[in-house]
Nanobody
Framework: EVELAESGGGLVQAGGSLRLSCAVS?????????IGWVRQAPGKAREVIGC????????HYGHFGKGRYVLTGDNSKNTAYLQLNNLKPEDTAVYLC????????????????WGRGTQVTVSS
């Protein structure tokens, strides 16, 4: 069974940075994985940040994700990272990662597993 382990959220002051991690395990049906990231703020629609693909070690960003957010991965650890830079109070949200196989997909509904999310709170 595919499992995701998220970590790295927390409380940070405006202007600070955080790195979120998402490790995927339990997949045997694919040689590659993709980790998509979204964020969900209270009262707002889910926003797509982007996706990291282990097949080519490239990251693909949604309209929202470019700029202060950087997606990377470590294929040897089956882990993707979301670096959040120059954080602002409006970045406060639950950040979720999802796994898809074998590649990134623009349709989040097809992702096979989503984590519970990690809270990021940015104080002003």
């Amino acid at each position: 069974e595919v499992e995701l382990a998220e970590s790295g959220g927390g409380l940070v002051q405006a202007g600070g940075s955080l790195r979120l991690s998402c490790a995927v395990s339990g997949f045997t049906h694919s040689d590659t994985f993709a980790i998509g990231w979204v964020r969900q703020a209270p009262g707002k629609a889910r926003e797509v940040i982007g996706c990291y693909s282990s097949s080519d070690s490239r990251s693909h960003y949604g309209h929202f994700g470019k700029g202060r957010y950087v997606l990377t991965g470590d294929n040897s650890k089956n882990t993707a990272y979301l670096q959040l830079n120059n954080l602002k109070p409006e970045d406060t949200a639950v950040y979720l990662c999802g796994a898809n196989f074998p590649y990134c997909n623009g349709d989040l509904l097809v992702y096979q597993k989503w984590g519970r999310g990690t809270q990021v709170t940015v104080s002003s």
